[in-house]
């Protein structure tokens, strides 16, 4: 079953009443300019921070995973306590990112402390883009 199949299969289950789908006609991927402008601007932030080693680095990627699952799918005229996300979909509830207390850290390296707040400070950035 395909997203079209079943957006037909919806509406004429539920009517008026199920949701409106907008899909991007196939091999044209400048018809989904929304999406691709999202992918170039994470393309951007990430190589502007690639110098990370590999394992910083992927935990900077879970961590912009998360703080782009975690935008709302319905516009900002719905005002709900808890919004539906991607992440809904992905892992079954809401995923937000948590604040981490640095001092909670063992190392003793203060080199590795301010790696993490320079870590932190750009993740923020990163999330507040989106």
Known sequence: MT?????TELFMKYGPESSSWRFSVPRTPWWGGWWERMI???????ERRICLER?????????????????????????????LSP???????????QKVNISLFVESSLE????KELMEKQLIQVCNRW
């Not at 879970?62 to 975690?70: P, T």
């Not at 590795?112 to 790696?115: A, M």
Request: hydrophobic letters at 40%; charged letters at 20%.
């Open 3 to 7: 997203f079209k199949s079943a957006s």
């Open 40 to 46: 170039k601007v994470m393309k951007i932030s990430l």
């Open 55 to 83: 394992t910083r680095l992927e935990t900077a990627l879970i961590e912009v995973e998360v703080c782009i699952n975690s935008r709302p799918l319905l516009g900002e005229e719905f005002s709900l306590v808890h919004p």
């Open 87 to 97: 992440s809904h979909f992905l892992v079954g509830r809401g995923n937000h990112l």
């Open 112 to 115: 590795t402390r301010s790696q």
